[in-house]
C-alpha cells in the first residue's frame, strides 16, 4: 500500500540556518512526489513537485527537494530560512487511480518554529 | 476571484443543525476533492467529483453530503454532526484526463468548522 513517511513532527531551526525536512514514501511504481505547506489557518500551498527527469527540483521560496529511488525519500532543502517559513509542511505521493482521478496520500506533517 | 475559494471561513453550528460548505475553482479544472483535516490525523480524503460525477466516497458518513453542480462548483451540505466531525475541510481541485499522467491539486483556504 501506498503510505508517506514523515520521521520528524517538529523542528526548530535559528533564522538563517538551513533546514532539511524529511520524506520517505512507499509506493510500487515510479512516484509523483510533492511537498505543500500550511500556514496557520490557511490552505495547503504547493511548494514543489517531480514528476520525472532530474531528481533535484526547485520550488517556490527558495526551497529544493532532492528525490532517491533508492532511498525511497524525497527530502525538502532550504539553505537559509526565514522567519515567514514558519509553517506545517506536508510531503504527498500521488497515484494515479482506474476511478479517473488523482488520488493524494499525505504525510502527518511537520511543523516547523523560526527562532529569531 | 483567483484559485479555490471556500465559504465560510469559519462555521459553528449545534448537532441538529443543517449548514452547506461551498468551494468553487476559478482554474478550468475538471476535478475537485473535499478533504477533513483534524488535529493530530494526517489528511482524509473525503469525496472526489471527477468531470462532475462522483468518483470517490471514502466510506465517509451519510451526515456528509456532497454536491457538484458543475466542473466548477462543490459543495458540502452538512446535518446532524457530531461533535468529533469538528475540523478543517478543504476543497481542492485539479486538472484530469488529457494524456498527461498526473496532476497536482490546488487546495483552498479550508472552512473551519466547530460541532456544538
Known amino acids: 500500500a501506498q503510505s508517506v513517511t514523515q520521521p520528524d513532527i517538529h523542528i526548530t531551526v535559528s533564522e538563517g540556518a538551513s533546514l532539511e525536512l524529511r520524506c520517505n514514501y512507499s509506493?510500487?511504481?515510479?512516484?509523483?512526489l510533492f511537498w505543500y505547506v500550511q500556514s496557520p489557518g490557511q490552505g495547503l500551498q504547493l511548494l514543489l513537485k517531480?514528476?520525472?527527469?532530474?531528481?533535484l527540483v526547485q520550488g517556490i521560496k527558495g526551497f529544493e527537494a532532492e528525490f532517491k529511488r533508492s532511498q525511497s525519500s524525497f527530502n525538502l532543502r532550504k539553505p537559509s530560512v526565514h522567519w515567514s517559513d514558519a509553517a506545517e509542511y506536508f510531503c504527498?505521493?500521488?497515484?494515479?487511480?482506474?476511478?479517473?482521478?488523482?488520488?493524494?496520500?499525505f504525510g502527518a506533517g511537520t511543523r516547523l518554529a523560526v527562532h529569531p | 476571484e483567483t484559485g479555490v475559494t471556500q465559504t465560510p471561513r469559519h462555521l459553528v453550528m449545534g448537532m441538529t443543525n443543517k449548514k452547506s460548505l461551498k468551494c468553487e475553482q476559478h482554474?478550468?479544472?475538471?476535478?475537485m476533492y473535499w478533504y477533513k483535516q483534524s488535529a493530530k490525523k494526517p489528511l482524509e480524503l473525503m469525496f472526489v467529483y471527477s468531470l462532475e460525477e462522483r468518483v470517490e466516497n471514502n466510506s465517509v458518513p451519510s451526515r456528509f453530503s456532497p454536491e457538484c453542480p458543475n466542473s466548477s462548483h462543490l459543495f458540502l451540505h452538512l446535518h446532524t454532526l457530531q461533535p468529533e466531525d469538528s475540523a478543517l475541510y478543504l476543497c481542492?481541485?485539479?486538472?484530469?484526463?488529457?494524456?498527461?499522467?498526473?496532476?497536482?491539486?490546488?487546495f483552498g483556504p479550508g472552512t473551519r468548522l466547530t460541532v456544538t
Open positions: 504527498a505521493v500521488g497515484a494515479l487511480t482506474a476511478g479517473g482521478y488523482n488520488k493524494l496520500i
Open positions: 517531480y514528476f520525472s527527469g532530474d531528481t
Open positions: 509506493y510500487g511504481a515510479t512516484p509523483y
Open positions: 481542492a481541485s485539479s486538472q484530469v484526463g488529457g494524456g498527461q499522467g498526473y496532476y497536482e491539486q490546488y
Open positions: 482554474l478550468g479544472h475538471n476535478a
